[in-house]
């Protein structure tokens, strides 16, 4: 079985996008969040093995949840997704427990790319 994938993203195109790029190269998505919120609750339950995570959402924000994901399980593998112009995001996200991130719009090669960096570097 592939590795599994949370993909966190409000808007549902960007996390269809993503999910049809993993899906097709042999990952499994065990799930999709809206929100910060609603992915640490897919994170308890399905313990993926990397999440894909937005930075600005509603309700809860990609930054509060790595934290929050981090706080569960320290070893959590989460790539962070930014629009252009939000460095100073992405670096308090590294700062925060995430471990790359991949820019908007995407491009297939990066996503895998940091993937496969990411899930290299330590396996749960």
């Not at 065990?30 to 309700?59: C, F, R, S, W």
């Not at 924000?61 to 997704?81: F, L, Q, T, Y």
Request: charged share 25%; net charge neutral.
């Amino acid at each position: 079985m592939g590795k599994q994938i949370l993909i966190v993203d409000d808007a549902a195109f960007m996390r269809m996008m993503i999910k049809n790029i993993v899906t097709k190269n042999g990952y499994e998505v065990v799930g999709e969040a809206e929100n910060g919120q609603v992915a640490l609750e897919l994170y308890k339950k399905h313990k993926p093995d990397l999440v894909t995570m937005d930075i600005t959402m509603p309700e809860m924000n990609g930054i509060d949840s790595v934290k929050a994901i981090r706080g569960v399980d320290p070893k959590a593998n989460i790539i962070m997704c930014s629009a252009m112009g939000q460095q100073a995001m992405v670096m308090e996200a590294i700062q925060a427990g995430a471990k790359d991130f991949i820019v908007k719009p995407f491009q297939q090669d990066r996503i895998l790319q940091a993937i496969g960096r990411v899930l290299a570097r330590g396996d749960k």
